[in-house]
C-alpha cells in the first residue's frame, strides 16, 4: 500500500498562485476559503529586500490529531496515508479546525462541514496526481509515495535537506519543503500587523496581531533594544522567534515514530529545524548598511481563517459546571451521610441541575454548523474523541439525575414510600459522583485533542475544570438553598465547600497563568493576551475579582455579621463566581484561537 505525501521544492515555486486556482476549480471550493494557498513573506531593508513563498496546505499527517478528535469519524485516514474527509458524516462541531496546528481546515460556507485538501483522492484513486502538481508550470509540487524508494518524492525527501511545519507538535506531517524560509514556517516570526501588504486582517486574528506588534514594539523600546543595527530612530524591530527548545524532544519523538527513532526524513536525510537553520532568538535583524527597515519580516500575503468556537463554547462550559456540580455536590453530600437532606431540596436541586445540562446540550447543538446531524454522535460515535466520550457521559449523568430526581419528587409529593427513597438514594448517588465528574472534566480532555491550542494542553486542566463544577454546583446549591431552607448541616457543608473550591480556584487560575512555564511561545502569547493584553479586563476584573476576590469577601462578611445573613451572602457569593467564572472562560477560550497557525 502507498503512503501518500507532498514534497514542495521553493526554490522551484515563483509564487503564480496556479497550484491554488487549480485546486479551487477542481474541488469547487466557495469564495473566501482555501484548501491550498501561497503564503508571501518578506524580509530585508531596502533595497536589499526578498519576497519568500511558502506553498502551505494539510500536510496528510502520519498522526493526524484532527482525525482522533473528530466525534463521527468524518475525517479519517486512508490506508494510504490521505487523510480524508466525508461531508455527508461531519455534524459541523469545529473541533478538528481546532485540533490542526496547521490551520488546514475550514468551514465550507456552502455545505457547512468541513473540508480541506484531500490530495485529490478521486484522482488519486484512478491513477492521475492531484490538480495542483499537474498544474505548477516548473514541478514545484511533486507527490508520491514515500514508501516507494524509486518515486521521485522518495529520492528528494532522501537526497536534499528539507523541513516541515511545526515539528515539535508530534503530528509527523508529511508534507516536506526545500529550501523553505523558516519565516515561512514560523506563523509567528513575521512582524504582526494589522494590515498585510495587499489586504487587511479582516478575521478576529487581527486582535491578536495588533496587540502583538504593539507588544514587540514595546519590548524593543522598553529593552532599548537596538541590537547595535538601529539607525536609533527607534523603529520596531521583530526578531525571528524560533520555535524554542522543546522542538528537538518532540519534533524527535515525531519523527521516531516515522524513520525509527531518529530526527530524519525518510531515506535518512536530517530535517531543519530552526535550530539547525541558525534562525533562532539568538539572530540579529537584518541590515543594511546600518540601516534597519520597519517590519523586517512581514507578511505580504496569506489565506485568513476565523476563529471557530465564539460564546456559545464558554457558555457551554459554565452551565456544564453548574448542572453537573449541583449533581456532584449533592451526592457527595448523601454520600458523606448529611442525612439532613430532605425530598424536596434534593429534588429541586436535581431539576436545576438537570435545567442547566440541557441548557449545555442546547448549547452544543445550537453552536454545531450541522445542528440537525447531532444525533450522528449516537449512531456514528468515534470513541477516541472525548466530544463523543463527552456527548456520552453527559447523557448518562442526565439519565441518572433524571431517574433520581423522579424518586425525589415522588417523595416530595408522597407518591412514593420515604423508606424505599432513603434505600436506593446512597445508589443514586454513587451512580452520579463518577458520571458528573466526568461531565464536568471531559472538556479537559477535549481541550487536549484541540492540538492547535497550545495554551490548552495543560496537565492541570483536568482538575481545574473539576475544582471550578464544584464551585459553580456548590454555589448554585447555595443559591437554592436560600428559598427552600437548608439543614445547619448541609449549610455548614456547602458554605466551607464553597470557599474552599475558591481559594483552590484561585491559586490553580493563577499558578497555571504564573507559576509554570508555557508549552511553547504560541502557548505564552496566548496567556500574555489574557493576563496583560486584550483579555487583561475580563481576566483580573471578572476571572480574578468577581470569580474569586469578592465571593471570598461576602463570605468574610457573612461570618462577621453572623448565620442571619450567611446564607444569603453565600447566595451573592455564588452568583458572582460563577459570572466570573463565565468570564474567565470566554477569555480563556477564546485568546488561544486569536494566535494565528499558518
Ligand atoms: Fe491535515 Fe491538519 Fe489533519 Fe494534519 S492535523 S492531517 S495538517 S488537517
Known amino acids: 500500500m502507498a503512503n501518500y505525501g507532498f514534497l514542495i521544492d521553493q526554490r522551484k515555486c515563483i ?20 484548501r491550498t494557498w501561497v503564503k508571501y513573506v518578506e524580509t530585508g531593508a531596502f533595497p536589499d529586500t526578498r519576497r519568500h513563498f511558502q506553498v ?3 500536510n496528510h499527517c502520519a498522526n493526524p490529531p484532527c482525525v482522533r478528535i473528530c466525534p463521527v469519524t468524518a475525517m ?3 490506508h494510504d496515508g490521505i487523510v480524508e474527509f466525508d461531508k455527508d458524516r461531519c455534524i459541523g462541531c469545529k473541533a478538528c479546525l481546532q485540533a490542526c496546528p496547521y490551520d488546514a481546515i475550514y468551514i465550507d460556507p456552502e455545505s457547512h462541514t468541513a473540508a480541506k485538501c484531500h490530495y485529490c483522492s478521486h484522482r488519486t484513486d484512478i491513477g492521475l496526481e492531484p490538480a495542483c502538481v499537474i498544474v505548477c508550470p516548473t514541478h ?21 535537506p528539507v523541513s516541515v511545519r511545526k515539528p515539535e507538535q508530534g503530528t509527523a506531517p508529511k508534507l516536506f519543503y526545500i529550501d523553505a524560509d523558516e519565516v515561512t514556517l514560523t506563523p509567528t516570526a513575521p512582524a504582526m500587523r494589522p494590515t498585510f501588504m495587499w489586504a487587511d486582517v479582516a478575521t478576529d486574528q487581527a486582535h491578536a496581531i495588533v ?16 541590537n547595535g543595527h538601529s539607525n536609533g530612530a527607534s523603529a520596531p524591530v521583530r526578531e525571528p522567534v524560533a520555535v524554542g527548545a522543546s522542538v528537538e524532544a518532540r519534533g524527535g519523538e515525531a519523527y521516531g515514530a516515522y524513520a525509527g527513532g531518529g530526527r530524519t526524513a525518510p531515506g535518512g536525510t536530517p530535517i531543519r529545524t530552526p535550530q539547525t537553520q541558525g534562525m533562532g532568538v539568538g539572530s540579529g535583524p537584518i541590515t543594511t548598511g546600518g540601516r534597519v527597515a520597519e517590519g ?9 481563517h476565523k476563529i471557530p468556537w465564539h460564546w456559545p463554547v464558554p457558555t457551554y462550559v459554565t452551565t456544564k459546571d453548574i448542572g453537573a456540580g449541583m449533581g456532584m455536590v449533592l451526592a457527595a453530600a448523601v454520600i458523606l451521610g448529611l442525612g439532613t437532606i430532605s425530598s424536596t431540596l434534593a429534588a429541586i436541586a436535581l431539576f436545576v441541575s438537570l435545567v442547566f445540562t440541557g441548557i449545555t446540550t442546547a448549547l452544543l447543538v445550537y453552536d454545531l454548523d450541522k445542528p440537525a446531524r447531532f444525533g450522528y454522535i449516537v449512531r456514528h460515535p468515534q470513541w477516541r474523541s472525548w466530544l463523543a466520550r463527552g456527548a456520552f457521559l453527559l447523557m448518562g449523568f442526565s439519565l441518572v439525575a433524571g431517574l433520581w430526581f423522579l424518586l425525589e419528587a415522588g417523595t416530595a409529593f408522597g407518591w412514593i414510600d420515604a423508606g424505599l427513597t432513603s434505600t436506593l438514594r446512597p445508589w443514586f448517588a454513587w451512580l452520579t459522583v463518577p458520571l458528573a465528574l466526568g461531565a464536568a472534566s471531559y472538556t479537559a480532555f477535549l481541550f487536549a485533542q484541540a492540538e492547535g491550542r497550545d495554551l490548552w494542553q495543560s496537565p492541570l486542566l483536568p482538575f481545574h475544570m473539576s475544582l471550578q463544577a464544584v464551585m459553580a454546583g456548590t454555589g448554585a446549591l447555595l443559591v437554592v438553598g436560600v428559598f427552600t431552607g437548608l439543614s445547619d448541616a448541609v449549610a455548614t457543608f456547602l458554605l466551607w465547600t464553597f470557599g474552599v473550591s475558591v481559594v483552590l480556584g484561585l491559586l490553580v487560575t493563577l499558578f497555571g497563568e504564573f507559576g509554570v512555564a508555557h508549552a511553547s511561545e504560541v502557548a505564552a502569547r496566548a496567556a500574555h493576551s489574557i493576563s496583560h493584553g486584550r483579555f487583561r479586563g475580563l481576566f483580573w476584573w471578572g476571572g480574578i475579582v468577581l470569580g474569586h476576590v469578592v465571593p471570598l469577601a461576602l463570605l468574610a462578611l457573612g461570618m462577621f455579621v453572623g448565620s442571619a445573613w450567611l446564607l444569603i451572602l453565600g447566595a451573592l457569593a455564588a452568583f458572582a463566581a460563577v459570572v466570573g467564572l463565565l468570564l474567565f472562560e470566554y477569555a480563556y477560550i477564546t485568546a488561544p484561537q486569536e494566535i494565528p497557525n499558518s
Not at 509564487?15 to 482555501?34: I, R, T
Open 15 to 34: 509564487g503564480c498562485h496556479a497550484c491554488s486556482v487549480a485546486c479551487k476549480s477542481e474541488n469547487q471550493v466557495p469564495l473566501g476559503v482555501s
Open 56 to 58: 502551505t496546505r494539510c
Open 76 to 78: 479519517y485516514q486512508r
Open 140 to 160: 514545484a509540487i511533486v507527490s508520491g509515495d514515500l514508501d516507494n524508494p524509486h518515486s521521485e518524492i522518495s529520492r528528494l525527501v532522501a537526497r536534499e
Open 211 to 226: 496587540e502583538d506588534f504593539d507588544l514587540f514594539a514595546l519590548t524593543a523600546r522598553v529593552n532599548g533594544h537596538s
Open 296 to 304: 523586517m519580516i512581514q507578511t505580504a500575503y496569506t489565506a485568513q
